[in-house]
């Protein structure tokens, strides 16, 4: 079976690409599935620490494309999971040492071993958004419930369209339930209606994200967290299954006593 | 902690205070603008649109210049601009007659 390429972009930073590579990666990867991420943010990497691989890199993937070492040697294996691989950014070089040519020549080698190959996009528009899209099979837009960012967003959708690589699926991530509850954040639904795209994924806000990257451990590999949940369920869409929306509401504090009083997580 | 009760409470207590929403804020200033970020217009083109307009038509007829006006509308993944463009009648009338008695 061939690998699926897919491009995760959003146009505005920090928004969370590189949180949902990592998380949909390692989640596809638990479930048996042979994944790899290439992180196209050359110059700037992050997805090794976010992996929690950093220490381990030798090779990158301009060493790969400039054909100094092999397209093996540039993959770092995760030890948690059983086929998971990372093919690190350079950090001291700039977004000129990789073309969209050279992107879909190293997709390509790697399509027959693995089912999914997941591109960490760098923002913005411009290099790097052109080699994250030229070898892509589907793309997945990320956004935030906040204005520059569905406008980015908006952007974005609009140029995968023009590249024929559309239709985009939107990941919408960093959603404050109470927030939107109390109209202080735009709804899923008000994005949707703004974008006209399909929905892959709404991903809460949750501090878990930000102590997962402390420990270099995606939230989706633990089972207890719901923002692992909804990372899990993206990667479940992936592999075709019809998986409904979560509930982001949090429980109440008398549904966690009821869980804890039954031996169970209180999360 | 957000249940339904307090969420509706809230949303009563904002409304007696006369509180906007500002997600309904962000969700507007999304739609104003990203027609312009599409077509790659701007606000003064439509200025001057507007105005070029007004003088092909004013070649014809006589057009209520302060009430012509070009707008952007969003459609979901399609816009288009709508021109309107009121005249003035020939018996100088520019609104309906004023029915109400005198
Ligand atoms: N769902 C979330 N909840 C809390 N923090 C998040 C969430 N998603 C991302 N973050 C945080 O936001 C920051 C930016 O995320 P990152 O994935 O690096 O964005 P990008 O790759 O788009 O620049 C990181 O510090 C990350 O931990
Ligand atoms: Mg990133």
Same mark, same amino acid.
């Given at each position: 079976?061939?690998?699926?390429?897919?491009?995760?972009?959003?146009?505005?930073?920090?928004?969370?690409?590189?949180?949902?590579? +990592?998380?949909?990666? +390692?989640?596809?990867?638990?479930?048996? !599935?042979?994944?790899?991420?290439? *992180?196209?943010?050359?110059?700037?990497?992050?997805?090794?620490?976010?992996? /929690?691989?950093? %220490?381990?890199?030798?090779?990158?993937?301009?060493?790969?494309?400039?054909?100094?070492?092999?397209?093996? !040697?540039?993959? #770092?294996?995760?030890?948690?999971?059983?086929?998971?691989?990372?093919?690190?950014?350079?950090?001291?070089?700039?977004?000129?040492?990789?073309?969209?040519?050279?992107?879909?020549?190293?997709?390509? @080698?790697?399509?027959?071993?693995? *089912?999914?190959?997941?591109?960490?996009?760098?923002?913005?528009? @411009?290099? /790097?958004?052109?080699?994250?899209?030229?070898?892509?099979?589907?793309?997945?837009?990320?956004?935030?419930?906040?204005?520059?960012?569905?406008?980015?967003?908006?952007?974005?959708? /609009?140029?995968?369209?023009?590249?024929?690589?559309?239709?985009?699926?939107?990941?919408?991530?960093?959603?404050?339930?109470?927030?939107?509850?109390?109209?202080?954040?735009?709804?899923?639904?008000?994005?949707?209606?703004?974008?006209?795209?399909?929905? #892959?994924?709404?991903?809460?806000?949750?501090?878990?994200?930000?102590?997962?990257?402390?420990? /270099?451990?995606?939230?989706?590999?633990?089972?207890?967290?719901?923002?692992?949940?909804?990372?899990?369920?993206?990667?479940?869409?992936?592999?075709?299954? *019809?998986?409904?929306?979560?509930?982001?509401?949090?429980?109440?504090?008398?549904?966690?006593?009821?869980?804890?009083?039954?031996?169970?997580?209180?999360? | 902690?957000?249940?339904?009760?307090?969420?509706?409470? !809230?949303? =009563?207590?904002?409304?007696?205070?006369?509180?906007?929403?500002?997600?309904? %804020?962000?969700?507007?200033?999304?739609?104003?603008?990203?027609?312009?970020?599409?077509?790659?217009?701007?606000?003064?083109?439509?200025?001057?649109?507007?105005? @070029?307009?007004?003088?092909?038509?004013?070649?014809?007829?006589?057009?209520?210049?302060?009430?012509?006006?070009?707008?952007?509308?969003?459609?979901?993944?399609?816009?288009?601009?709508?021109?309107?463009?009121?005249?003035?009648?020939?018996?100088?009338?520019?609104?309906?007659? *004023? =029915?109400?008695?005198?």
């Amino acid at each position: 079976m061939a690998a699926k390429v897919i491009t995760v972009t959003s146009g505005k930073g920090g928004v969370g690409k590189t949180t949902t590579v +990592a998380n949909l990666a +390692a989640a596809l990867a638990a479930e048996g !599935q042979r994944v790899v991420c290439i *992180d196209l943010d050359i110059g700037l990497r992050n997805l090794d620490v976010v992996l /929690g691989l950093e %220490n381990r890199i030798v090779y990158d993937l301009v060493h790969v494309v400039e054909g100094s070492c092999r397209l093996r !040697q540039a993959m #770092i294996k995760d030890k948690r999971v059983p086929e998971l691989y990372l093919i690190p950014a350079a950090q001291t070089r700039d977004k000129s040492a990789v073309t969209p040519e050279d992107m879909v020549r190293v997709c390509n @080698e790697l399509r027959a071993d693995f *089912d999914f190959v997941f591109l960490d996009c760098p923002a913005g528009i @411009e290099a /790097g958004f052109r080699n994250a899209l030229a070898p892509s099979d589907m793309v997945l837009v990320v956004t935030n419930p906040e204005v520059a960012a569905v406008r980015d967003a908006d952007r974005i959708i /609009g140029l995968v369209e023009a590249e024929q690589k559309g239709p985009a699926q939107l990941i919408l991530n960093r959603v404050r339930y109470a927030m939107v509850e109390r109209g202080e954040m735009l709804s899923t639904e008000d994005v949707l209606d703004i974008l006209a795209i399909d929905l #892959i994924g709404v991903v809460p806000e949750d501090p878990a994200v930000i102590t997962a990257g402390n420990l /270099g451990s995606p939230a989706s590999l633990d089972k207890e967290l719901l923002v692992g949940q909804a990372y899990r369920d993206i990667a479940a869409r992936l592999l075709g299954r *019809d998986v409904p929306f979560m509930s982001l509401k949090p429980k109440t504090w008398y549904q966690k006593l009821g869980t804890f009083l039954n031996g169970g997580d209180t999360k | 902690m957000t249940s339904p009760w307090s969420a509706a409470l !809230q949303l =009563t207590v904002d409304k007696v205070l006369g509180r906007k929403h500002s997600a309904t %804020n962000a969700k507007s200033r999304i739609r104003a603008l990203l027609p312009y970020d599409r077509t790659d217009l701007n606000p003064t083109i439509m200025e001057k649109m507007k105005d @070029e307009i007004v003088a092909v038509i004013g070649k014809y007829a006589a057009v209520d210049v302060d009430r012509a006006a070009v707008k952007m509308v969003l459609d979901h993944h399609s816009q288009s601009l709508t021109a309107e463009i009121p005249l003035r009648t020939v018996t100088g009338r520019t609104k309906r007659p *004023d =029915t109400s008695p005198a």
